[in-house]
């Protein structure tokens, strides 16, 4: 448990702290004691990306909005067993895919099955962590960074999505846990970081607005993998939900780009052509 004290305040964080390479966003953080302290802010994300407040089936809001809450993990997957990191993708489809500098991820167990919140990777953490969707959270193993890769749902074609947002618990210190964004050619968007709460919830969601297309979202929990207590410089956060943009495929060219496109490679063909006959004649002299 982190012994420092801290003041934990309700207050919404208007602008979340960030580092922005390029592009148009708007972002929402709100950090507090409890899940009411970040709800409003939360549901503003829901409402900036769309879809409405029913879910249909795999976590999915009118086709344009995706939910991860980790509660319908069956507990074989869960802790202490180890989440597939394609199960969003496989066995829930819902185009969102992870992988880690680490080892593997976990879903925290149900009570009655094993230690909740993490309790089977240290004891005190269920002190410590809370849940914005009861009951189950979710983290990588062995790194506290975890990347989300985006596909369109359900297959292995690769999607981008308009806007990505998480729930932390127990986040401890200023610029440092965060989420970056990279485009669909793997170039970053910029770095946002989480607002804190000691022992608390925090949220911090990004909605593109310009059109960015996010294939990749690098999620930095704290600054050490779960295991030790917090203090002594060490911070450690859990995962509750995703709230993203539904992960769309590369939009087919428009039939008067395919024209462009047609007439530039026409063009290249000639000049190519025209090369050739050059170099031809030249060695013919
Ligand atoms: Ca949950
Ligand atoms: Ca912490």
Same mark, same amino acid.
């Given at each position: 448990?982190?012994?420092?004290?801290?003041?934990?305040?309700?207050?919404?964080?208007?602008?979340?702290?960030?580092?922005?390479?390029?592009?148009?966003?708007?972002?929402?953080?709100?950090?507090?004691?409890?899940?009411?302290?970040?709800?409003?802010?939360?549901?503003?994300?829901?409402?900036?990306?769309?879809?409405?407040?029913?879910?249909?089936?795999?976590?999915?809001?009118?086709?344009?909005?995706?939910?991860?809450?980790?509660?319908?993990?069956?507990?074989?997957?869960?802790?202490? @067993?180890? /989440?597939?990191? +394609? %199960? =969003?993708?496989?066995?829930?489809?819902?185009? &969102?895919?992870? !992988?880690?500098? $680490?080892?593997?991820?976990?879903?925290?167990?149900?009570?009655?099955?094993?230690?909740?919140?993490?309790?089977?990777?240290?004891?005190?953490?269920?002190?410590?962590?809370?849940?914005?969707?009861?009951?189950?959270?979710?983290?990588?193993?062995?790194? @506290?960074? /975890?990347?989300? +890769? %985006? =596909?369109?749902?359900?297959?292995?074609?690769? &999607?981008?999505? !308009?806007?990505? $947002?998480?729930?932390?618990?127990?986040?401890?210190?200023?610029?440092?846990?965060?989420?970056?964004?990279?485009?669909?050619?793997?170039?970053?968007?910029?770095?946002?970081?989480?607002?804190?709460?000691?022992?608390?919830?925090?949220?911090?969601?990004?909605?593109?607005?310009?059109?960015?297309?996010?294939?990749?979202?690098?999620?930095?929990?704290?600054?050490?993998?779960?295991?030790?207590?917090?203090?002594?410089?060490?911070?450690?956060?859990?995962?509750?939900?995703?709230?993203?943009?539904?992960?769309?495929?590369?939009?087919?060219?428009?039939?008067?780009?395919?024209?462009?496109?047609?007439?530039?490679?026409?063009?290249?063909?000639?000049?190519?052509?025209?090369?050739?006959?050059?170099?031809?004649?030249?060695?013919?002299?």
């Amino acid at each position: 448990m982190f012994t420092r004290t801290t003041l934990i305040t309700a207050a919404l964080v208007i602008c979340a702290s960030s580092v922005v390479t390029k592009a148009s966003f708007v972002s929402f953080g709100a950090a507090g004691s409890n899940a009411a302290s970040i709800q409003s802010t939360v549901d503003n994300f829901r409402t900036q990306l769309g879809g409405g407040t029913v879910p249909g089936a795999n976590g999915s809001f009118g086709g344009v909005r995706r939910e991860i809450n980790w509660d319908g993990v069956p507990d074989a997957f869960a802790a202490p @067993n180890s /989440l597939p990191a +394609n %199960f =969003f993708n496989v066995n829930s489809p819902r185009g &969102a895919v992870f !992988s880690t500098p $680490g080892t593997g991820f976990q879903v925290s167990a149900n009570a009655g099955v094993a230690p909740v919140e993490f309790d089977n990777l240290n004891p005190g953490y269920s002190a410590q962590f809370q849940t914005f969707s009861p009951q189950r959270l979710f983290t990588a193993i062995g790194s @506290n960074i /975890l990347d989300v +890769n %985006f =596909f369109v749902a359900g297959t292995n074609v690769p &999607a981008f999505s !308009s806007g990505f $947002g998480a729930v932390f618990t127990d986040v401890d210190f200023l610029d440092t846990t965060s989420l970056q964004f990279f485009d669909e050619n793997d170039v970053s968007l910029g770095t946002f970081f989480a607002p804190t709460a000691n022992n608390g919830l925090s949220f911090l969601g990004v909605a593109f607005t310009a059109g960015e297309r996010i294939s990749r979202v690098r999620i930095t929990s704290g600054n050490s993998p779960l295991g030790p207590n917090d203090g002594g410089g060490i911070d450690v956060v859990a995962l509750d939900d995703f709230i993203y943009g539904e992960p769309q495929g590369a939009p087919v060219p428009e039939p008067a780009t395919m024209i462009l496109l047609g007439t530039g490679l026409a063009g290249m063909a000639a000049g190519a052509r025209r090369r050739l006959r050059k170099d031809t004649n030249e060695r013919g002299r």
